[in-house]
């Protein structure tokens, strides 16, 4: 599905943070956003999921203005793995990747044969399977993140956010994550946007770039518009290298 | 750690013992047998057989009765509504007195009867609803004095409630010391003694006890989702705003219920949630009904044990929950290795 992203001003008051962001993303594309500390991703994942006090714009999934939708609505078209991933210790991780089915579910929680099977699937894509009958407060940070990932595969959704998920993963997981996120973008037609610290592995899985500096764009495009050494360099205020590997595909950013 | 049906139906079958219990303790004992042939025989509207029977039935059903049933209904819309708070606020310190909805509600129901309403064909309408309105008003006030821009610091809640059960207690005690004809009658009242007998109160506390509880029973789900902070809650489908204010409607209804039409009653509503929360975890679907259970059985036997300590004085049920709440709480904390909020 089609995300039209035309954003204005957007923060948590008057005084917006982020502004003039404007970019489309077709149906399976992965936008990886890059950008120093305090550029303004986070911000910008939650004027997408609307969750900002104060957002001025255009938001639109395939024609759907959401800013006209339901909460319960636009929870079908838009998942969010969110950065800080606090968890309520005292649920099992079963029950709270179930919980991505709140859209679908009535006023009690009462799960379908078809929630059941979403959940069991989002729980095989993410590797929790293995301690779905836990604890969540019993969890590494890590494992607390795969499951927040699984609910927010079980929400079903064309159109998923992901702020900093790999923050907490080791090498392994990072890249079964990130290539799981890949794979689901290819097959599922599903548009991914990952605001990612880690240059490499954003070069590696993203199809387009979204570079960010003091809460504005500075660069989208592809690989060739942004991912450019003095382009770089400026952004992050630090001198780059940017090398092709000699395997062929990837990009390795080294700072200089 | 999450056992629910088994847990219930025993919460249910101490329930009727503790009922048998109340109803039978006094006075003049009456067996659980008698009881129960005293109470089909009403039901059914048959003659009592001997004066024995006769005594029986009205000291069980003009006063042990609907008293018992006053307990229930308070012990089981304490629980509730602080287990709601709890929940609602991500506070295990949450309890309808901490964030102020009791002095509140104690402040409405005070102003309400020193202005004389009871005296009026609507007095068991009036009292609570004025309770309600204080209630309401107390916990708005908290809650935007605790704020710190979107998110709701504990600290800042603790505080707040604090200060402003302070200030609502206060006026209490200058409407109290003001009221000359209504003075006894409302000091008892806040004592937390359930002076107000007969079936009158029972239907009063009624309807905004079972609208309360109900309401939060329907929005339990909701309460689940919400644990995971507003943000997460609102990109998982749900309207906060609207979730919250309806559940801390719902739950100060029942507050002001259980307030109203018997006093300030302390600690129901922090430790039931908490023993039911080691028992059947988090989910508030299964958490909030045993909860209301456990709240009545609780209320009920701690008026058994007021009725009883002092006799022929009865003590105020206030006074016993606290005594027993506080060192069974602290027992339960001290035994728990787990990490539950």
Redesign the interface.
Same mark, same amino acid.
């Given at each position: 599905m089609q995300l039209r992203v035309s954003i204005d001003r957007a923060g948590?008051d008057q005084s917006a943070t982020i502004s003039d962001i404007h970019f489309n993303l077709q149906e399976g594309q992965l936008l990886a956003v890059i950008g120093p500390n305090g550029s303004g991703k986070t911000t910008l994942i939650?004027a997408i999921? @609307?969750?900002l &006090?104060y957002i001025q714009g255009q938001l639109f999934i395939n024609g759907t203005d959401l800013f006209q939708t %339901?909460?319960? %609505?636009?929870?079908?078209l838009?998942?969010?793995v969110?950065q800080s991933t606090?968890? &309520? &210790? %005292?649920?099992?991780v079963r029950?709270v990747v179930l919980? $991505?089915r709140?859209?679908y579910?009535n006023?009690? $929680?009462k799960a379908s044969g078809e929630d059941e099977i979403f959940v069991r699937e989002a729980m095989e894509q993410t590797d929790v399977e293995k301690f779905k009958d836990q604890?969540c $407060?019993e969890l590494s940070a890590g494992e607390r993140q795969r499951v927040i990932l699984a609910r927010a595969l079980a @929400?079903n959704t064309p159109v998923l956010l992901m702020d900093e998920p790999t923050s907490h993963l080791d090498l392994r997981y990072q890249i079964e994550f990130l290539e799981l996120t890949k794979t689901l973008s290819l097959n599922d037609g599903k548009t991914v946007l990952v605001a990612m610290h880690d240059l490499n592995l954003a070069a590696r899985f993203g199809d387009v770039f979204l570079a960010m500096k003091n809460g504005t764009t500075d660069a989208f495009g592809s690989a060739q518009d942004v991912l450019l050494p003095e382009k770089l360099s400026e952004i992050y205020g630090l001198a780059v290298r940017v090398i092709k590997l000699p395997d062929g595909g990837s990009t390795a950013v080294i700072p200089q | 750690? =999450?056992k629910f049906t088994r847990p219930l139906l025993l919460c249910f079958a101490v329930l009727v013992i503790a009922v048998f219990l109340s109803i039978g303790v006094g006075s003049v004992a009456i067996p659980p047998k008698e009881a129960l042939e005293v109470l089909l025989n009403t039901m059914e509207d048959t003659a009592p057989a001997s004066d024995s029977t006769r005594t029986y039935q009205t000291i069980l059903l003009t006063l042990r009765l609907p008293r018992t049933i006053l307990m229930m209904m308070t012990g089981a819309a304490l629980a509730g509504s602080g287990c709601a708070y709890q929940g609602l606020f +991500?506070n295990p310190l949450a309890d309808p007195y901490l964030i102020g909805a009791a002095s509140g509600a104690g402040l409405g129901a005070i102003i309400s009867l020193t202005l004389g309403w009871p005296a009026s064909a609507f007095s068991y309408l009036t009292v609570p609803l004025t309770a309600f309105l204080c209630a309401l008003l107390t916990v708005f006030l908290v809650f935007q004095l605790a704020k710190v +821009?979107?998110s709701l610091p504990v600290t800042n809640l603790i505080l707040a409630g604090v200060a402003v059960s302070s200030f609502a207690t206060a006026l209490t005690s200058f409407l109290l010391i003001n009221a000359s004809g209504e003075l006894r009658r409302a000091l008892v009242w806040l004592l937390g003694g359930s002076t107000m007998a007969g079936w009158k109160p029972v239907l009063g506390q009624l309807p905004f006890a079972l609208i309360g509880l109900l309401g939060l029973l329907?929005f339990?789900?909701?309460l689940?989702?919400l /644990?995971?902070?507003?943000? /997460?809650a =609102? /990109?998982?489908?749900?309207?906060?705003n609207r979730a919250r204010t309806k559940i801390v409607i719902f739950a100060t209804l029942s507050t002001a219920a259980a307030v109203a039409f018997t006093g300030v009653i302390g600690f129901v509503g922090l430790i039931i949630p908490h023993i039911f929360?080691r028992i059947t975890?988090?989910?508030m679907?299964r958490l909030l009904p045993i909860s209301m259970v456990g709240g009545a059985v609780f209320l009920v036997l701690a008026d058994v044990i007021a009725r009883i300590l002092v006799a022929p004085q009865e003590l105020p049920v206030g006074i016993i929950t606290s005594l027993c709440g506080a060192p069974f709480f602290l027992f339960i904390l001290r035994r728990s290795k787990e990490?539950?909020?």
């Open positions: 948590y939650r999921s @609307q969750v &006090p %339901s909460e319960n %609505s636009r929870a079908r838009i998942a969010v969110p606090y968890v &309520p &210790p %005292s649920f099992l029950e919980m $991505g709140t859209p579910m006023w009690n $929680g604890l $407060g @929400q | 750690m =999450r +991500r +821009r979107k329907t339990a789900y909701q689940n989702v /644990q995971f902070g507003d943000e /997460q =609102r /990109q998982l489908g749900i309207n906060v929360r975890g988090g989910d679907r990490k539950d909020w």
